[in-house]
């Protein structure tokens, strides 16, 4: 069953306006029906309850009087009397006034014969009551007992029997007309749970042709999509009708046939190159993943040389040719059956099946000589070679990440080499994997207090006292103890962490010097910076904070810096050390002689010291070229108004050479190991005082 209406909307009115008009019937019905009652049950309420009193109070009148009859019957002196005549009229003019109150209430003709009766009965009762009385007062109280029981309590017994009766009938006339109001009240109650049942019936008919006439489409609607989620785009959508339904239909077969095309167009995105038509990144794992997981053979990774220089000198348009061409030459060599991906770049991928490390490097030979043909793009000749990296699986993995990584590391060995090709059974351990988390777990400890500075005194061998002492990490981590600052802080300046810890450094190096300056130790601290640090724009403004706020004089602090952390950006480094020397701040080139500068151009630069490397100090007693060198270099700073601290010397040989040839400073295990600021400051003090 079908509602013939084309519009949804008119369908639901209609479901709705009929649902609405029944339970409309139903309230006014219910509302009705409960009005009647509520006026049947103000009238029981009204006159039936307040007869009732009326009654039983009459009936209580009428005892009293007869309970103070009695009670002068059996009264000799006449002035106790007097009261009891008084109560005993009031009881019986409150009776005959009840009397007539209840025979002016509307009592049925039954009620109503009674109540006359019982009225005449208290008007015969009231004559025989004064009879008893004046014989009281004019006989006595026995002839008047007498009186009493022969006639006045005959009457007085009726009286009481026929106002108990009426009470009676009055109690049943009302229990009557409740038991009426409540079968009426069932009637009312069954024939609204008649009409509701047949509002709910009615309504859940209607509600179930409307809802057919829009579920039947929708589950189409429904089943249509599900193929869709699925995959499935040839699913037949139903023509639909006129209404919204079938609007929703067409729209729904528009959106199929759209989303069919984009996916292809997706499809065709996420795995092909659109350069090259070749597979990209994605496709190539995928595919290397499905054929080469129980198969054995090569994975080749090819980089075109010197291509970015190309691109830049002869545009985008003639890079992506090249690309092109390469593709294409590499596609003609390796045949059909090899897989031939460009993963990005100029970064092309092979894999070869079955390959051994003979057939693999043949292959790359005739890749190589393919490519180093010229080749012309838009009239201008190219000239181009290539790097190659060969991983072989399963020797050297089982799975396309750890291959492709492989294959990269020798492939940049091969560029590096200069030699067009490398394997990956070449190449050495890849970094742990320790180091990939070694950066957050860095930050943790920053951020924890787990890193340290401990101090390594430098002895002024003129003075024979410790004048300076250099700021070393280290990290107290809380599972594999204390690491030396050489497993972590070159893997921090490679990453750029230095920018975070070298700051903390700083404030802590200065707060401890200013706190061993107020005990009244004279040490010069050390710090290194390293080259991310020196570049930092921020460096000097930040220093210059700290001091202020610590109050450390500017003379009491050196920064120490590594030639190699001037050849990246001299003049930006050379600025900062300008503005650093002119705040008063000591300067010293670290490491010296490990790297490439001269003297020549350290004298150029604002520095109060120089510190020999440890490689020149070590044997320098027992070795002539060291000697030679360090002399040297010790009387060219001497010309230069240089400081030079020898570093690593830890043999007393060693310090004696030193000293005899006049060296200003000496570091080393040979005068006192590293050690924390609580160890440090009583160490200098015992040791300068001795």
Same mark, same amino acid.
């Given at each position: 069953?079908?509602?013939?209406?084309?519009?949804?909307?008119?369908?639901?009115?209609?479901?709705?306006?009929?649902?609405?008009?029944?339970?409309?019937?139903?309230?006014?019905?219910?509302?009705?029906?409960?009005?009647?009652?509520? $006026?049947?049950?103000?009238? !029981?309420?009204?006159?039936?309850?307040?007869?009732?009193?009326?009654?039983?109070?009459?009936?209580?009148?009428?005892?009293?009087?007869?309970?103070?009859?009695?009670?002068?019957?059996?009264?000799?002196?006449?002035?106790?009397?007097?009261?009891?005549?008084? $109560? @005993?009229?009031?009881?019986?003019?409150?009776?005959?006034?009840?009397?007539?109150?209840?025979?002016?209430?509307?009592?049925?003709?039954?009620?109503?014969?009674?109540?006359?009766?019982?009225?005449?009965?208290?008007?015969?009762?009231? /004559?025989?009551?004064?009879?008893?009385?004046?014989?009281?007062?004019?006989?006595?109280?026995?002839?008047?007992? !007498?009186?009493?029981?022969?006639?006045?309590?005959?009457?007085?017994?009726?009286?009481?029997?026929?106002?108990?009766?009426?009470?009676?009938?009055?109690?049943?006339?009302?229990? &009557?007309?409740?038991?009426?109001?409540?079968?009426?009240?069932?009637?009312?109650?069954?024939?609204?749970?008649?009409?509701?049942?047949?509002?709910?019936?009615?309504?859940?008919?209607?509600? +179930?042709?409307?809802?057919?006439?829009?579920?039947?489409?929708?589950?189409?609607?429904?089943?249509?999509?599900?193929?869709?989620?699925?995959?499935?785009?040839?699913?037949?959508?139903?023509?639909?009708?006129?209404?919204?339904?079938?609007?929703?239909?067409?729209?729904?077969?528009?959106?199929?046939?759209?989303?069919?095309?984009?996916?292809?167009?997706?499809?065709?995105?996420?795995?092909?190159?659109?350069?090259?038509?070749?597979?990209?990144?994605?496709?190539?794992?995928?595919?290397?993943?499905?054929?080469?997981?129980?198969? &054995?053979?090569?994975?080749?990774?090819?980089?075109?040389?010197?291509?970015?220089?190309?691109?830049?000198?002869?545009?985008?348009?003639?890079?992506?040719?090249?690309?092109?061409?390469?593709?294409?030459?590499?596609?003609?060599?390796?045949?059909?059956?090899?897989?031939?991906?460009?993963?990005?770049?100029?970064?092309?991928?092979?894999?070869?099946?079955?390959?051994?490390?003979?057939?693999?490097?043949?292959?790359?030979?005739? !890749?190589? &000589?393919?490519?180093?043909?010229?080749?012309?793009?838009?009239?201008?000749?190219?000239?181009?070679?290539?790097?190659?990296?060969?991983?072989?699986?399963?020797?050297?993995?089982?799975?396309?990440?750890?291959?492709?990584?492989?294959?990269?590391?020798?492939?940049?060995?091969?560029?590096?080499?200069?030699?067009?090709?490398?394997?990956?059974?070449?190449?050495?351990?890849?970094?742990?994997?320790?180091?990939?988390?070694?950066?957050?777990?860095?930050?943790?400890?920053?951020?924890?207090?787990?890193?340290?500075?401990?101090?390594?005194?430098?002895?002024?061998?003129?003075?024979?006292?410790?004048?300076?002492?250099?700021?070393?990490?280290?990290?107290?981590?809380?599972?594999?103890? @204390?690491?030396?600052?050489?497993?972590?802080?070159?893997?921090?300046?490679?990453?750029?962490?230095?920018?975070?810890?070298?700051?903390?450094?700083?404030?802590?190096?200065?707060?401890?010097?200013?706190?061993?300056?107020?005990?009244?130790?004279?040490?010069?601290?050390?710090?290194?910076?390293?080259?991310?640090?020196?570049?930092?724009?921020?460096?000097?403004?930040?220093?210059?904070?700290?001091? &202020?706020?610590?109050?450390?004089?500017?003379?009491?602090?050196?920064?120490?810096?590594?030639?190699?952390?001037?050849?990246?950006?001299?003049?930006?480094?050379?600025?900062?050390?300008?503005?650093?020397?002119?705040?008063?701040?000591?300067?010293?080139?670290?490491?010296?002689?490990?790297?490439?500068?001269?003297?020549?151009?350290?004298?150029?630069?604002?520095?109060?010291?120089?510190?020999?490397?440890?490689?020149?100090?070590?044997?320098?007693?027992?070795?002539?070229?060291?000697?030679?060198?360090?002399?040297?270099?010790?009387?060219?700073?001497?010309?230069? /108004?240089?400081?030079?601290?020898?570093?690593?010397?830890?043999?007393?040989?060693?310090?004696? +050479?030193?000293?005899?040839?006049?060296?200003?400073?000496?570091?080393?295990?040979?005068?006192?190991?590293?050690?924390?600021?609580?160890?440090?400051?009583?160490?200098?003090?015992?040791?300068?005082?001795?």
């Amino acid at each position: 069953m079908t509602i013939p209406f084309t519009s949804i909307r008119a369908r639901l009115i209609l479901a709705f306006s009929v649902l609405l008009g029944l339970l409309f019937a139903v309230a006014a019905l219910s509302l009705q029906r409960l009005e009647g009652l509520t $006026a049947t049950t103000q009238e !029981i309420v009204n006159y039936q309850a307040r007869r009732v009193f009326i009654a039983q109070s009459m009936n209580q009148h009428a005892q009293s009087a007869a309970m103070n009859l009695i009670r002068l019957l059996h009264t000799a002196e006449r002035d106790n009397r007097v009261p009891l005549y008084l $109560a @005993m009229d009031e009881e019986m003019a409150a009776s005959g006034k009840a009397a007539k109150a209840l025979a002016q209430t509307g009592l049925a003709p039954d009620s109503q014969t009674a109540i006359e009766q019982v009225t005449d009965l208290q008007q015969r009762y009231a /004559g025989l009551l004064q009879e008893t009385v004046e014989l009281i007062e004019l006989e006595s109280p026995a002839r008047a007992r !007498i009186h009493f029981e022969d006639r006045t309590q005959k009457v007085l017994n009726t009286l009481l029997f026929e106002s108990r009766t009426l009470e009676d009938e009055l109690q049943q006339t009302m229990q &009557s007309e409740l038991e009426q109001l409540r079968e009426s009240a069932a009637r009312a109650r069954i024939l609204v749970i008649l009409l509701a049942s047949s509002a709910l019936l009615a309504g859940t008919g209607l509600a +179930w042709a409307v809802a057919r006439g829009i579920v039947m489409p929708v589950q189409k609607a429904v089943s249509v999509a599900q193929a869709i989620a699925s995959g499935d785009y040839h699913k037949t959508v139903p023509a639909g009708g006129h209404d919204e339904l079938g609007a929703l239909l067409r729209a729904l077969r528009v959106m199929r046939d759209s989303i069919s095309t984009r996916e292809e167009k997706i499809l065709r995105l996420a795995y092909v190159d659109p350069l090259t038509d070749l597979p990209n990144r994605t496709r190539f794992m995928e595919l290397f993943n499905a054929h080469a997981s129980k198969a &054995s053979g090569a994975l080749i990774l090819l980089n075109i040389d010197r291509f970015a220089p190309i691109n830049n000198a002869l545009g985008l348009q003639v890079g992506d040719h090249l690309l092109c061409k390469v593709a294409m030459r590499i596609t003609e060599v390796a045949g059909e059956s090899s897989l031939v991906a460009r993963l990005w770049g100029d970064k092309f991928a092979l894999m070869l099946a079955g390959a051994d490390r003979a057939s693999a490097a043949a292959m790359v030979q005739q !890749i190589l &000589s393919a490519l180093r043909a010229p080749m012309t793009i838009e009239g201008q000749r190219l000239d181009i070679d290539a790097s190659v990296g060969v991983a072989l699986y399963p020797q050297d993995g089982t799975d396309v990440t750890t291959l492709l990584r492989r294959a990269d590391l020798a492939m940049t060995v091969a560029k590096r080499r200069q030699s067009s090709m490398a394997f990956g059974s070449e190449m050495g351990d890849e970094p742990a994997h320790e180091q990939l988390s070694l950066i957050g777990e860095m930050r943790e400890a920053l951020v924890r207090g787990d890193f340290v500075v401990y101090y390594q005194p430098k002895l002024n061998l003129k003075q024979n006292k410790i004048t300076a002492a250099e700021a070393l990490i280290r990290w107290r981590h809380p599972v594999k103890g @204390m690491i030396p600052p050489m497993h972590f802080i070159p893997f921090a300046e490679q990453t750029g962490f230095v920018r975070e810890i070298t700051p903390w450094v700083l404030r802590q190096v200065i707060e401890d010097a200013a706190q061993w300056q107020r005990a009244g130790i004279v040490v010069v601290a050390s710090v290194n910076l390293s080259t991310r640090d020196l570049l930092n724009h921020g460096l000097v403004a930040e220093i210059q904070g700290l001091l &202020s706020r610590s109050d450390l004089p500017a003379g009491q602090l050196c920064l120490e810096i590594t030639e190699s952390a001037l050849m990246d950006e001299p003049e930006l480094a050379l600025r900062h050390l300008d503005e650093l020397s002119a705040h008063g701040l000591k300067l010293s080139i670290d490491d010296y002689g490990t790297g490439h500068s001269s003297l020549a151009y350290v004298k150029t630069l604002p520095v109060d010291e120089l510190k020999i490397d440890r490689t020149f100090i070590t044997a320098v007693d027992a070795t002539p070229r060291n000697a030679a060198i360090v002399r040297s270099t010790i009387l060219l700073c001497q010309e230069l /108004g240089l400081s030079v601290v020898a570093e690593g010397a830890e043999t007393a040989e060693e310090l004696a +050479w030193l000293k005899s040839n006049q060296c200003d400073f000496v570091q080393g295990y040979g005068v006192a190991k590293p050690m924390p600021l609580t160890d440090f400051i009583p160490w200098v003090q015992k040791f300068n005082h001795s």
